[in-house]
């Protein structure tokens, strides 16, 4: 009862006021087709269950830090969803609530999340990248059915050992690795001056980037530079970290290294 929305000319629904969003008919239903951006302003506690679903023509939205929980089946089969950014302030998404949002290649979840419902981000074919930030939430089951992607999760963070205990029980095919949550998530043309999405390239320097094992200099990743032993060994220590799998090293291990 305290919350509005609104669609406005841009294709954008905007929803504002304050408190939670009841579960039931929704009055933008009707033109669900026509949503190309959401907003969900400071204020709104919650988003309810169903709320977007099947709005096929949704692309981008942006969550307040006010929200502290995603519905069941919210976003479900939002078919055209690139870009979610949730507010620091969520603590909950409900099962399946990202489900065949087969457009979506990342997402990132802020510090303060405690639980990630079963299916959540089923189906998400296009899924690349997923971050975490804080120690591990309460993760249901089949979370990535039919998803293969890398799941970063941060190292310092606490309960992420049993997670891995038990990573299968989360379905698709997952890499896992440690990452520093202090990084700049962006696509590597706006990172790098000397890379751009028409060379041939992008696809592999945004994974070495997104997975820390080359991160560049002085804003230039030098495609085209020669490779070095020491940049090699350097890539090859990353990745071992990252993995888990690495040991503290000295130069006594290469003799001619002081």
């Known amino acids: 009862t305290n ?3 609104k669609l406005d000319n841009n294709r954008t629904l905007t929803i504002s006021g304050t408190g939670e969003m009841a579960d039931g008919a929704f009055g ?10 959401l907003v969900v302003a400071d204020g709104v506690t919650s988003i309810a269950d169903d709320a977007f679903s099947w709005c096929e ?11 502290k929980s995603i519905g069941r089946d919210a976003f479900y089969a939002c078919y055209s969803l690139k870009s979610v950014e949730p507010g620091s302030g969520l603590q909950t998404i409900g099962s399946w609530a990202f489900a065949s949002c087969t457009d979506l290649e990342q997402f990132s979840l802020p510090a303060g999340v405690q639980s990630v419902g079963q299916g959540a981000f089923s189906g998400c074919g296009s899924l690349k990248r997923l971050y975490f930030r804080g120690a591990a939430p309460a993760l249901g089951d089949d979370i990535f059915e039919d998803v293969t992607a890398t799941v970063h999760y941060p190292a310092e963070g606490s309960g992420w050992d049993a997670v891995l205990q038990n990573k299968t029980q989360y379905g698709g095919t997952i890499r896992w690795r440690s990452w520093n949550p202090d990084r700049v998530l962006a696509p590597v043309d706006e990172l790098f001056a000397d890379v751009t999405r028409q060379h041939w390239f992008y696809d592999k320097v945004q994974y070495v980037y997104d997975n820390e094992l080359m991160v560049g200099d002085k804003g230039l990743f030098m495609p085209n530079n020669a490779l070095t032993r020491a940049m090699a060994v350097q890539i090859l220590y990353a990745n071992t970290k990252a ?5 503290a090293v000295t130069g006594q291990d290469f003799e001619d290294v002081a």
């Open 3 to 5: 919350l509005t929305w």
């Open 28 to 37: 933008w239903q009707d033109s669900c087709a026509s949503i190309k951006q």
């Open 57 to 67: 023509n949704l692309e981008e939205v942006t969550i307040a830090d006010s929200v």
């Open 243 to 247: 993995c888990g799998t690495y040991k």
